[in-house]
């Protein structure tokens, strides 16, 4: 995602890099280069080899100072703080991926993540706990103890991103992460890239000379001959499970249990059984406590409210996808749950739709009609009143969802609306979801 709210978190500007500058060995490696980068946004820089990659990423990540122009990081000028500054700012901001892994051999695993928080005085114990839970998101907590000489190229690739984010860092650089790796571990890596994007929102700088990693990103910088030629947005953003190496989707050596498992969770992929487990397992936790439907229910369903929201679905369509089995792709529901939801779901776009901040009062009658409809509310004319004055004060932003409960919860003789507290709460959050809906 590009976020331009907060401005550019990363900006290069007219930065030159010139080694040997003056000697018959002078390499221009990096010409005039601008841009800026977002939090949050996933760049991919691309190019063929010697071409000034890995030269930008190093400027970028403070460790090639330019021999021109500037970087700025948060509004700090980089390389224009104290070496102890450039040290604290390194280990807070920015964690880094290389092709090569740089492991310590003579440390094990643990210590190996841990290594990066030794300067920030965290507590032995704690830091070892935070590396141990970085190694169980990744698929790798049983070889904690493990040297790194005894890992696979993949795993070890793994222990270094979780190295990488020892500091919590908003952004990570990789650098050719996948050159070394085998097709699956690849993957694993593009996927844990992807995840950490996406769910920890980290700001994501790929370097990579494989043109099949490129709709990975949401923006493509393309250079050449040390210059940036070219930037693109990536209008289809695919996450690395929608491009599977053929490796990764044979079935074959999959263990019966596994299989089981696979069967009733349609959305556990190979490579979140590798790599990604745990987030899997607290998903379809969540959705089975909270809301007593499986995770690709929640996921088909989300799917299909999205399309009606777009009117890219009509509701027969809706119905029909939430009544579709699973393995049809679609929500799993029977013909009357399917009925129940998509009804629901109607009611509340049938009612954003005919609300308008301009016209508070009118849609505040409309909400109203609604929360009538719905919760069965039985009001009399001063409640009614009072209601329908809170609601206008809502939809013109005048008051907050707290203000909102509150006052449908306060007796109508203290200027409230008189409901009971439940209800109250209830109210108020159905007409959240209905502004949320109006929004934008
Ligand atoms: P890429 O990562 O795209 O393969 P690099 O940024 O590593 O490219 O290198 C760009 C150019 O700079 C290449 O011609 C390379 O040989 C040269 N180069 C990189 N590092 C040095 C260095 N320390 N001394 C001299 N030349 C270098
Ligand atoms: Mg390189």
Known sequence: MINKNKGPLIKVKNVHVTYNEGQSNEVRSLIDSNIKLYPQEYVIIFGPSGCGKSTLLYTIAGLQKPSKGKVHIDGEDIYALSKKA????????????????????????????????????????????????????????????????????????????????????????ADEPVGNLDSISKHNVMKILDDLNKRDRKMVILVTHDASHLRFGDRILYMRDGKIVKEEIVKNKLSPDEQMPEEVSTQEKIAPDLKMLMRAFQDLSLSQIGVLLAPFKAQQLFSHIMLSKTYEQIDRTSKGLEDLLLSKMSYDEFVDKLDTSIEKDGAGFDKRNAEKFARQAMDLIATKQKIDPKHSEASAEVILDYLVKKFELKMNADQEKRAKILLSLRVKNKISVTETQKGFDLPTREGGAGFDKRTANKIAREVEMIMLLNYG
């Not at 700012?89 to 492991?103: C, E, N, P, T, V």
């Open 86 to 173: 450039k040290v604290e700012f390194h280990r807070r901001k920015i964690g880094l991926i290389f092709q090569a892994f740089y492991l310590i051999p003579s440390l094990n695993v643990l210590d190996n993540v841990c290594l990066p928080k030794t300067a920030g005085g965290a507590q032995m114990k704690k830091r070892r706990e935070e590396a141990q839970i970085l190694l169980n998101r990744f698929g790798i907590a049983n070889q904690s103890t493990k040297m790194p000489s005894e890992l696979s190229g993949g795993q070890k690739q793994r222990v270094s991103i979780a190295r990488s984010l020892s500091n919590n860092p908003d952004i990570i650089l």
